[in-house]
């Protein structure tokens, strides 16, 4: 059980923490201290897909080769991160953030100076491990150096700092890719690693439960790991695969019954590393179901935000980048300020505000075609970062105040963990979305146009580009027939984008039911001054 004994009242043999003095622990520092190894990582998920193209001409990739390099650092992440939580619970959150810091940085470094692609690869999945340790063990600190009352503005300003870093990525890594190399978008980590690790020595305190988690479930780890694997490797296969195919329905079918055996288990073991108990708090089970969906939505539908604006309306990188400002500018305005309402009033209403907020803009976004101006889709890019703000912050509070201090790092890696699933889940399931309706109207858009006929397979290959908003038009055709093709792709992408926004929609609205369950963290008082070393 989670200690919630009031310093008073703890019996005397036990050492009362003393008020902080200078730097060290000061809960702002602390926060600011975090928020740049954070930003590393949060920085890296995007800034990376901007490189790929370079890393491919410059190192002899195969297209195969670049979705590793993407693919690795996710599987990296989503695979490990409650273990990650677990370690900063059973060694301190203090030495596994500084840890994973090091080896972030020098894992980018590494990859800088690669001069092959399977070391790119290699470097990325290291990256992922260390990147892992990073998350939970930065909730774990603010959880334990803020009280209660100050909490959710720390959590808010956490969000922000991710938001920003994630939304900003196209942009920095268009800038460096364009006027440095692809090599600086990995190297710039190196002096934010540094930075962040001369803060962490200074600044951090470790904090630890007075019943700290003492061993280790290895069956567990093991038994977790793989469910994670065969749930989120489908998930990012099954568009080549097909969902209906043998390999993407063995994996799934794979993860099931892991997460089952996983589930036996932990009733069995004295320390498991998830404690079944934890999903006892329907706010913290409905917490995880929101943070699910809320990056199915979000992170499903962003997928089709780029290629929209670079494939149908032809913009760089680095534009398409600035015309989701509105996006990254509400997050970063809204996250202290969802803060600050959650404090006040719980996070219930936050929540389904947010969320519902977050379905108006998805149907506004289901509006868009191939002659949508600027003033619009920053209209509905603004709504949807001012409802994504409050569900960033509420959801990794409830998540995390709901679950017993000693267990806060497993809390935050479930919070990022969840985000992974959803953020896999939903660019699987709206991209299957996406091309169903295109492969059900391009044929019919393409004769409907007077364009000359084309074999079946010759279709279906023009039909996978035009899912990712690519007009496929062939070499040497003339300008009117390019025409032709180009505006009949941009149409049947744009119906399939319309489709998917729709169902991201209908998600929004649920998981606004689901926020209907949150409160708030029933163990957030144990958190500054609980368990000081």
């Not at 008020?19 to 890296?44: C, E, N, Q, Y």
């Not at 044929?443 to 079946?456: E, F, I, K, R, T």
């Not at 908003?469 to 792709?489: D, F, L, N, R, Y």
């Not at 209908?506 to 070393?533: D, L, M, P, Q, S």
Request: charged share 10%.
């Amino acid at each position: 059980m989670t200690s919630q004994t009031p310093v008073a009242d703890r019996a005397p043999d036990l050492p009362v923490p003393e008020p902080r003095k200078g730097l060290r622990g000061h809960p702002w520092l602390t926060l600011f201290s975090v928020a740049i190894g954070v930003m590393m990582v949060a920085l890296d998920g995007t800034i990376v897909a901007i490189a790929n193209p370079a890393i491919k001409q410059d190192l002899g990739a195969s297209l195969a080769d670049v979705q590793w390099i993407t693919n690795g650092y996710m599987l990296a992440l989503a695979v490990s991160l409650i273990t990650a939580g677990k370690l900063g619970d059973r060694f301190g959150h203090r030495q596994t953030f500084l840890i994973g810091v090091v080896g972030f940085a020098a894992a980018s470094c590494a990859i800088g100076f690669s001069s092959e692609v399977a070391l790119v690869i290699t470097f990325r999945v290291l990256q992922g491990l260390f990147g892992a340790l990073l998350m939970p063990a930065a909730l774990g600190l603010l959880r334990a150096t803020f009280p209660a009352e100050k909490l959710n503005m720390a959590i808010g300003i956490w969000g922000m700092v991710i938001g920003a870093s994630t939304a900003g990525g196209p942009i920095v890594g268009g800038l460096l890719v364009e006027h440095v190399n692809w090599q600086s978008v990995f190297f710039i980590n190196v002096p934010v690693g540094i930075l962040a690790l001369v803060l962490g020595l200074v600044i951090l305190k470790d904090h630890r439960a007075e019943n700290a988690p003492r061993s280790f479930d290895i069956p567990g780890i093991v038994l977790l790991s793989g469910a994670m694997f065969c749930l989120i490797w489908p998930l990012i296969k099954a568009t080549e695969w097909g969902w209906g195919d043998m390999k993407t329905l063995g994996f799934l079918i794979g993860a099931v019954v892991l997460f089952a055996l996983f589930a036996v288990l932990e009733t069995k073991v004295r320390e498991p590393l998830i404690p079944l108990r934890m999903f006892r708090s329907v706010p913290l089970a409905a917490g995880t179901v929101l943070m699910v969906l809320m990056a199915f939505a979000f992170l499903g539908g962003l997928f089709f935000v780029t290629f929209y604006l670079q494939n149908v309306h032809g913009m760089s990188p680095v534009d398409s980048g600035l015309h989701l400002l509105p996006l990254t500018g509400m997050m970063i305005v809204g996250s202290p300020l969802a803060g600050a309402l959650i404090t006040k009033f719980g996070p219930r209403i936050p929540l389904v505000g947010g969320m519902v907020l977050t379905a108006v803009a998805m149907y506004g976004m289901s509006g868009l075609d191939t002659d949508s101006s600027t003033g619009p889709m920053s209209v509905w890019f603004a709504l949807l970062g001012l409802g994504l703000a409050p569900v960033m912050v509420g959801a990794t509070e409830v998540i995390v105040g709901n679950a017993p201090l000693e267990l806060s790092g497993v809390a935050g890696g479930l919070q990022q963990a969840a985000m992974q699933v959803g953020g896999s889940l939903g660019t699987a399931v709206l991209g299957a979305v996406m091309a169903s309706r295109v492969d059900s109207r391009f044929p019919d858009n393409w004769q409907s146009a007077g364009l000359p006929p084309v074999p079946p397979a010759k279709m279906s290959q023009a039909a996978d580009a035009v899912s990712a908003g690519i007009a496929p038009v062939p070499k040497g055709t003339p300008p009117e027939i390019a025409q032709k093709i180009t505006s009949v792709a941009h149409d049947t992408f744009v119906s399939g984008m319309g489709l998917a926004f729709t169902v991201a929609c209908g998600v929004a609205i649920v998981a606004a039911v689901v926020a209907t369950f949150t409160k708030r963290g029933a163990n957030a008082e144990a958190g500054a001054g609980a368990g000081h070393i």
